[in-house]
């Protein structure tokens, strides 16, 4: 029904793509996808879960701001995200369009409790 492409960076997951079956959609499964994604980060220990995607598509960014994401600021992008966006854009995806968006993941202390 669908599926969730990530690769971990350091501390980061970067979730690659994430689809699902057109006929599926609207069930939640994009969400759990996503909540198993960011599951696999917390009990990895990672620090973040970055993506990209298109500003101006309702289900993209809107659908990630809904999931706590938050679009990182050009000025803020570090070297591996700005390498990203620089590469869709050469692969032609129109750059003006693009943005990079992060959800940082809260650490737990000793006692499970987040910090």
Known sequence: M??????CFGADLHI???AVRH???GRGIGRRLMRRGEIHARDHGLRRLTLSTFRD?????GFYS??????????ALDE?????????????????RRCAMQL????????GGAV
């Open 104 to 111: 940082v993941l809260a650490r737990k202390d000793s006692q």
């Open 66 to 75: 809904g999931l706590g994401f938050a679009v990182v600021d050009e000025a």
């Open 57 to 61: 598509v309702g289900w993209n960014e």
């Open 16 to 18: 690659w793509l994430l």
């Open 23 to 25: 006929d599926c959609q």
């Open 2 to 7: 669908g599926f969730l492409n990530a690769e």
């Open 80 to 96: 591996r995200l700005r390498k990203v966006l620089r590469n869709e854009a050469e692969h032609g995806l129109p750059p003006e």
